[in-house]
């Protein structure tokens, strides 16, 4: 991939008066499934012409009330109902609104039971239409009067989690935990039938236009495929945050990771990327199991043959040398605080039961006890499963004075305006294969059978790409 950028960015493309990279992708048309931009375009009504949503000038946010455009929408949420793609009109954005010509959006595995109707799921606002996704990557198209940041033409990610630099949390170095996820939905577009609509999470990824705000939103100057940048606004940036920057790995260190779906095997790369010795994963799914070695997995292990031996046997390829023990050396197996220096939990509940291999509970609490006993006082326990049914249990006095440290993460610990910046940087140089973990994109139109993949866990990850 970087051979391509430099050859794509070498001499700044020729007969383009030096043409900043920034104007190329403002000017040009993106690949969204795995092709890099291979041309600039020399003005912005050529620019227009090969966008369908370019046709109303983008600097003027009040021009885009009442613009139409395609969205993969649920007007009832409850088990069976799968939504469908409908035509809805843009309302005139406000404040610190941003509207972003979508190019591609992860589907994330919490948001299957939604998608797909599981039993006991709920419309998060009763009554409004919901645009379903939340995150995704695209080009800015117009701003709303109190934005800062961005500006109309930026190529954007647009995060899980937002960054507002402002609220308590972010204020005291807590921007993965941002008070803006908390803002009540903001109605942004009509059905055909006069029904408010709004975005899940306030970004609604899944459609032809997201309508967010300017704290989901970190401009990107870069010409990587919309398919591969889109993970990191989820699965690829939770699994980075955990490895890199909620409780960065440290050379030389252990790491076991249990679960090797996309956050997984993205903080197997990260742990790899961040000098671990050994990296040590539990997954049930066999091509998974084979995937995370290719990504720099050093010892896998199957929970299902492991059984009651697993946790041992992680312990085992822990220890040090015999008579180093008192030289900063490890424990010996057998002694105490034997374990991995990091364990990273990226599990989660099944919400539909899996067409490739299931793993030995379902529910997902067996992976979380786990994960607990194999930390060792003085090591990390990051977790960031969602979908879990039922209660971990451990003695109350490990849990005050064990010495372990339990780091539960949201977006693993990513701070948006930090850190998205240097992700994308590290697919650029070749650093971070997410290429390999989008294995299968789908239009728009076929957003649920994305999802039911995604439930099915026949492949790594969907991404819904706009054509």
Request: aromatic fraction near 4%; proline fraction near 6%; charge should be negative.
């Amino acid at each position: 991939m970087k051979k391509i950028l430099d050859k794509q960015l070498s001499g700044k493309i020729e007969n383009s008066n030096s043409i900043s990279r920034r104007d190329a992708l403002k000017h040009s048309a993106y690949a969204v499934a795995g092709t890099a931009v291979t041309a600039a375009v020399a003005n912005s009504a050529a620019a227009q012409s090969t966008s369908s949503s370019s046709s109303i000038p983008a600097n003027n946010s009040n021009n885009m009330g009442g613009r139409k455009f395609r969205a993969w929408v649920h007007r009832e949420i409850g088990e069976g109902i799968t939504g469908g793609v409908e035509e809805l009109t843009l309302l005139p954005i406000d404040g610190r609104q941003v509207v972003i010509r979508t190019e591609a959006s992860q589907c994330c595995y919490s948001n299957v039971g939604m998608m797909l109707g599981a039993p006991g799921v709920r419309m998060p606002s009763p009554g409004k239409p919901i645009i379903q996704g939340h995150g995704g990557v695209g080009v800015v198209e117009a701003v709303g009067p109190e934005v800062k940041r961005i500006k109309v033409g930026d190529r954007v990610i647009v995060g899980v989690t937002p960054e507002c630099s402002e609220c308590y949390n972010c204020l005291r170095g807590r921007a993965d935990a941002c008070y803006g996820i908390s803002i009540p939905p903001l109605v942004i577009a009509r059905t055909s039938d006069g029904l408010d609509v709004v975005g899940d999470i306030n970004i609604g990824g899944h459609a032809e236009l997201m309508v967010t705000l300017e704290q989901s939103c970190v401009a990107i100057n870069s010409i990587l495929p919309a398919a591969e940048l889109a993970m990191l606004s989820c699965v690829s940036g939770t699994g980075l945050g955990m490895t890199m920057t909620l409780s960065p790995v440290t050379p030389g260190s252990i790491v076991a990771i249990f679960g090797a779906g996309p956050i997984g095997l993205s903080a197997v790369q990260g742990a790899r990327l961040m000098g671990a010795a050994q990296i040590i994963v539990v997954e049930p799914i066999s091509v998974r199991r084979e995937l995370a070695l290719k990504l720099g997995a050093t010892t896998v292990f199957d929970p299902n043959i492991e059984g009651d031996q697993l946790v041992d046997k992680i312990r085992y390829l822990c220890q040090g040398e015999s008579d180093s023990f008192y030289s900063g050396g490890r424990p010996r197996f057998g002694e105490r605080h034997l374990g991995p220096d990091f364990v990273i939990e990226a599990v989660g509940g099944d919400r539909f039961p899996p067409k490739l291999e299931v793993g030995p509970d379902p529910a997902g609490i067996l992976p979380l006890q786990q994960a607990w006993e194999l930390c060792p006082g003085g090591s990390d326990l990051l977790t960031c499963g969602v979908g879990q049914v039922g209660n971990v249990s451990f003695p109350g006095g490990r849990w005050t004075n064990s010495s372990k440290n339990h780091l539960s993460s949201q977006f693993g610990g990513t701070h948006m305006k930090r850190d998205m910046p240097r992700y994308v940087s590290l697919i650029e140089a070749g650093l971070f294969d997410a290429e390999s973990l989008a294995t299968s994109t789908f239009a728009l139109e076929e957003t649920s059978d994305g999802y039911q993949a995604t439930a099915d866990r026949t492949t790594v990850s969907s991404v819904i790409v706009m054509s």
